[in-house]
DNA sequence: ACCTGAACACCGTTCAAGT
DNA sequence: ACCTGAACACCGTTCAAGT
């Protein structure tokens, strides 16, 4: 009926020169990554947000890799100014601040979450390095108290990967509804039936009601526990 | 020069009926992703790989998403059969045998690692629960041990955190050659440059030669101990 | 009931331009 | 120097058949 039958693609005007460059390109990423997510983000997409041609993407970063090593490097840099420097007075307190912190930030913000934990393969040295500031204060710190820089590198990889890893599970549980702990989960699932097969499992969690801050905490203060164990044991035999 | 210079497309004889199943296109899709990678593994490689055509995959399983769901529950079950169920005298024992198991066996299987650790989205409860009839038992010989059965599974839980996540970054250290641990790994990044801005980690990578073994059982090892300061206060306080 | 190729919508990327 | 559409190889999936 309408005047024009004919396929009209909706031509886009073309962009003058120097009206695009690469902070424009990723702050798009960013905001695209947040309105859907970043799994879903590609190249069509980000290009037609952006208000210009796919291929144009590719003067500025070589490929989706390249940008997606960008946005990585990018959100390590926002995560660090999120974070605030380890300041407690005692080691303990500085590792629960930093740890809670750590785990708090990328539970409220998917997209950076999804950068620093999950899609590793794109974490640039560039990147580590700025956030790693933070960490060098509280490994500082660790050793002040009395722990030797080796155990406090080691106190600090293992606290990282478990919260990393509490994150990386908060995500995928994200995907199915909300966020469950693992207790809830796990009732859910033993309801689906053979429970009768698990007695232990069946009575741990009708007696828990932890959620998952709990069980982040529990985590964090048992690895803390382990740690004034290590340093009471140096107190006890002052040669070593 | 060939008699035949038109193009050709090496044609398939159609498959008799019947000569196709699910079973035999899974065991197809583990050869495949052994042979190369899960994240390489597509439908159209596969129905290569078995020799039959694309959408043939189809009755069997109505989506990629169906076929790894597949995929995932089979691999729970081959990690459950390489499992030893937990049997050691004492609870510590117990954990230490059950977790080092937990990890080796995932690290010596990538591609069954993928599917545990990596692809979470892809995990159904089928697969969760026959796995978890060791995490029965490890459980119950924790609540003999003393530990309430809240406690047990927050233990299980934060220590199934650790594992995984030291799998997971296992994985994806692969990817860029050999695996290092974190302090190796964190020399290597301290070397690009800035490392005089951080002298507390270049201090400690510095005196650190621990290998990635070594910064698991460190992990593991802190666990335990924190767990055995709950069970000693707890023989301090009776009461509760 | 089971197996199939053609076709579709989408993906990342390259090429050969336009300005 | 910067921006672009057409085209390519590949992806998962649907459809309308063949047997």
New interface residues.
Partial sequence: MSSNDEAEPAKRQRRRRGSINAEHILAGAFALSREDSLDNLTMLRLADHLDIGVTSLYWYYRSKDELFEAMSTEAFRIFYERMTPPEAEHWDDALRQYFREFRSILKDDPVICDLVVVR??YIR??G??VF??H???L??KL?GAGF???E????Y??L???V???N??DR?RE?GGHVQG??AD?K???G???AE?????T???S??D?SVD??FE??L??????????LADKAARPSA
């Avoid at 406090?152 to 106190?155: D, I």
């Avoid at 097969?197 to 499992?201: N, S």
């Avoid at 803390?224 to 290590?230: E, F, N, W």
């Fill in positions: 590793v393969e040295p560039e580590l390095i790693m500031r960490a060098d204060r490994l500082a050793v030797t820089p080796a406090a590198l080691q106190a990889n293992a990282s990967i478990f990393r890893g509490s990386f599970i995928s995907a693992f207790a796990l859910r699932t033993l689906a039936g053979e097969t698990l007695p232990a499992l009575a741990a969690v007696a828990s932890a709990d069980e529990f985590g203060e048992n690895a803390i526990r382990g740690l004034r164990a290590v």
